[in-house]
């Protein structure tokens, strides 16, 4: 996984609460080659049956074309499980979502694509919102190091995330690689308790 | 320090059983006991364990059945709708088979959708830690196991170490208060609570349901209960093991045996919160209050009983935005609204009980519209044709299918037209869910049933006996 960098880019903005990974990659994708995936970010939502751009949708406005920060309503990513969501999102170029609250599952699956998700508070993913629909082309910088999240006219959030996905994300490690640095506590674990009940046929 | 005295909910005590290693950040290693592997994971999950020559940590732990993709027209893979989608389902059997994992082919008389089939073979038992790499997997919280849905990269993750990174979830105690009435179903009562706290209302908590109410449901019912915790943002569902469990799960293939069984049971019936357990928040429904329900908008919060009114108070541009792709004005009726088609099935709504519900409506009518029924396993699929279901079915026009997702997800060539109004005992009326510009209702069996034999939007009471 690539380490994660700061990010400085114009933000996304997508107020609409509970947008849901059906929205985010329609699940007729999920079976399509990750080849070219955010082409289907929000597919059905940018383009119509005939593959036309929907005129309104703000993915659709070239000012977006290159963000890499989304700020979405509260609830972000809730439904299905599909990773395919944040295949979508980070292959369209996204490195940050910031929501007031992000679904669990979604969430997770940032960590695990070098995807940065944040939940702000109410208020503050509130003032960036508006102070965002006054200058649209307006730059907000992510710190991940720091933890700091700074917008247009020195507007400043510091933002909570564990030091254990932290330094995953800061150094690109793999989980993985991790947990298998700690394969004598799984063994210790599996001769204590007793492994699970084994299906063998 | 005597934290092990201290009052815990049911479910830190599964959680606390299974913690390998923690950080100090917050993170915690979980030791997965029960694993299940489905035919809609990303290929590059097995791609990548085979580039970095990472084996199976525990293959017996495992057990794969495809069921997303498979068709319901016949029992073979050259059934499968495209060669796209069929390499999904070979390529779950191949690796199946190379890493020694239990596989449910098709025609195996026991695949089926993995939440109906797992508790069906008593694969998921009370205390268990169980993942699949989808969202449903909630459902097994009614065995009173922790029962989550992982992304693919988790899924990788177990397969590899038998293990994965969490963050605690917060707890939530769900009181459903009052005797439900005369033909509210689980779905039904299910659906009033999403209604009440919103589609995020449980995000970052693990639900606990409890009362009399949830301890007079059968096995059937609470799954469809815990199944539905994920459409209020739940992490997980959950149902202390009571005698119910235990008779569901006694004889079943999987289920312990002799001396072993009695143990196990012993440990079971322990496995609840304790009386002073406190949870992180609490929710109280009116039971008594409840309807059969139906969505109108295009989330599973956007619902109201049969006999009410869409709400009409100025709705937000969301909801106009909801009501506009359903097709629906704000303050109109439910009740009499024209429906295209409608499917009986998926891990919500496709078990044995759900199926005799739908039945007891259908029998001796003729269906008005196009209505797919099918099974959520090869086993209810037989069970149902032993009770002569099938031909209640077939015998109305409908059509009989073999197991599987089928049009919940709408990705095994079974899926509704554009603008199509579809009835639906599913779990999401997503936009596009039932393929694009397919307007969705979700509604209990009964209340399917219903709207095929009439066409329209019915309340099913009045053709309930």
């Not at chain 2, 799954?223 to 005698?243: K, Q, V, W």
Request: proline share 5%; charged share 20%; aromatic share 8%.
């Amino acid at each position: 996984m690539n380490p994660f960098e700061r990010v400085r880019s114009v933000v996304i903005p997508m107020p609409q609460t509970d947008i849901n990974t059906d929205e985010i990659v329609p699940a007729r994708f999920m079976s399509r080659a990750r080849a070219d995936y955010g082409r289907y970010f929000f597919h059905d939502r940018r383009f119509d049956s005939d593959g036309g751009l929907r005129a309104g949708f703000v993915l659709n406005e070239p000012r977006y074309e290159n963000a890499q920060i989304l700020l979405a309503g509260t609830n972000f990513g809730c439904g299905s499980s599909r990773e395919h969501a944040v295949f979508a999102l980070a292959d369209f170029g996204v490195r940050v979502v910031m929501a007031p609250q992000l679904a669990d599952i979604f969430h997770a699956n940032c960590f695990k694509n070098a995807v940065l998700p944040i939940e702000l508070s109410e208020s503050f993913a509130s003032q960036l919102q508006e102070t965002l629909r006054g200058d649209p082309g307006g730059e907000v910088e992510v710190d991940l190091e720091g933890q700091t999240v700074t917008g247009p006219g020195g507007l400043t959030c510091w933002f909570e995330i564990d030091a254990f996905r932290k330094r995953n994300l800061l150094c690109g490690l793999d989980e993985i690689d991790r947990t298998l640095g700690l394969l004598a506590d799984i063994e210790r674990f599996e001769v204590r308790r007793g492994p699970a009940p084994e299906i063998l046929e | 320090m005597s934290v092990a005295h201290s009052p815990r909910t049911l479910f830190a005590k599964i959680w606390d059983a299974h913690v390998v290693a923690t950080t100090e950040g917050g993170q915690f290693l979980i030791y997965i006991d029960r694993h299940y592997l489905s035919d809609d994971l990303p290929q590059a999950v097995y791609a990548n364990l085979a580039a970095r020559d990472l084996k199976i940590r525990r293959p017996p732990a495992t057990v794969a059945m495809p069921d997303h993709y498979v068709s319901t027209k016949g029992k073979s893979l050259a059934d499968v709708a495209d060669d796209e989608r069929r390499e999904f389902v070979i390529s779950l059997e191949r690796e199946a088979k190379r890493n020694g994992v239990v596989h449910f082919a098709i025609g195996d008389p026991r695949q089926g959708i993995v939440h109906v089939v797992g508790p069906e073979q008593a694969l998921t038992l009370p205390g268990m830690t169980v993942v699949c790499g989808d969202s449903h997997t909630s459902t097994h919280g009614a065995l009173g196991a922790f029962g989550f849905g992982i992304g693919a990269t988790e899924v990788g993750h177990v397969l590899a170490t038998q293990t994965l990174w969490q963050t605690r979830p917060l707890t939530m105690q769900v009181g459903f208060h009052g005797a439900p009435g005369f033909g509210v179903t689980a779905k039904d009562l299910a659906l009033a609570l999403i209604r009440q706290i919103g589609v995020g209302g449980a995000t970052g908590h693990v639900i606990e349901y409890s009362g009399a109410t949830v301890y007079g449901m059968s096995m059937e019912a609470r799954m469809t209960l815990c199944n539905l915790s994920i459409e209020a943002g739940a992490r997980a569902g959950l149902i202390a093991p009571d005698a119910t469990t235990v008779r569901y799960l006694k004889g079943r293939p999987y289920a312990p045996t002799g001396a072993e069984w009695d143990r196990q049971v012993e440990e079971w019936l322990r496995l609840k919160s304790d009386l002073d357990a406190s949870f992180d928040s609490r929710v109280d429904v009116d039971a008594a209050a409840v309807e059969p329900m139906v969505s109108w908008g295009t989330n599973p919060s956007q619902c109201a009983g049969i006999t009410e009114r869409i709400p009409d108070a100025s709705p937000s541009d969301q909801i106009q935005r909801a009501l506009t792709y359903m097709g629906l004005e704000a303050g109109s009726a439910l009740e009499g609204i024209p429906v295209d088609s409608v499917f009986i099935g998926s891990c919500t709504n496709g078990r044995i009980e759900d199926l005799r519900l739908a039945a007891s409506i259908v029998k001796g009518r003729r269906a008005r519209v196009e209505t797919l029924v099918v099974p959520g396993s090869g086993l209810v699929k037989s069970q149902a044709e032993t009770e002569g279901l099938d031909r209640i079915f077939t015998e109305a026009g409908m059509r009989w299918g073999e197991p599987g997702c089928s049009m919940c997800i709408a990705i095994n060539g079974d899926q509704a037209r554009p603008g199509e109004r579809c009835v639906s005992t599913t779990n999401r009326n997503f936009v596009g869910r039932q393929g694009p510009g397919v307007r969705t209702h979700i509604v209990n069996p009964g209340m399917a049933a219903a709207a095929a034999i009439h066409g329209r939007l019915v309340d099913y009471r009045s053709d309930l006996r």
